[in-house]
């Protein structure tokens, strides 16, 4: 078989699955909580437990105008904080969402992008973006997709702060 003929069956074979994939995006806002028990392996410095939460944008410009009156579900989040500084070596970071209609865990890497001190050393408030991959779960009908944050890290409270994010989770489903 000629080159162009294996191309052609080889698109023919994969633009259909491709075709099958559904979209969705999900826009989230986790908060930290006690009441979510952060069940993360031993070694992990990160342990986090939140309420998810659906935040309302405004159509006209997208800024929050509502963050969401009750919590829609849960997530955890392990990982190991590698570094204090900016813009240095990516940490390792997974999240398991729970929405009570879909389970999405994802893996990955979070960067701290900007570290300050609202109330003076010695406690930073740190501001950290994930990458995260959405590992494949075929029971919920998840191909693959991605997750990213924007989130606010305190390792030590800060009165005023909470320890939180907003994500993106964009997802391909078996439809």
Request: glycine content about 8%; charged content about 15%; proline content about 10%.
């Amino acid at each position: 078989m000629n080159p162009i003929r294996s191309l052609a069956l080889s698109l023919a074979l994969v633009l259909p699955a491709v075709a099958m994939a559904g979209e969705r995006v999900y826009l989230l806002r986790t908060e930290e909580n006690a009441a979510v028990p952060a069940l993360c392996p031993d070694g992990d410095t990160v342990k986090l437990g939140a309420f998810v939460y659906a935040p309302r944008p405004r159509a006209h410009d997208g800024r929050v105008v509502r963050e969401g009156e009750r919590p829609i579900g849960t997530a955890v989040g392990c990982g190991q904080l590698k570094t204090y500084s900016p813009y240095s070596t990516p940490s390792p970071f997974s999240i398991a969402f729970d929405l009570g209609h879909l389970d999405v865990f994802a893996s990955g890497f979070c960067v701290i992008a900007d570290l300050w001190f609202p109330n003076g050393p010695p406690a930073p408030l740190m501001q950290v973006g994930c990458t995260l991959t959405v590992t494949p779960d075929p029971a919920h009908r998840i191909v693959r997709g991605f997750a990213t944050s924007a989130s606010v890290f305190l390792p030590v409270a800060i009165p005023g702060y909470e320890t939180g994010s907003y994500w993106t989770v964009h997802l391909y489903m078996a439809d």
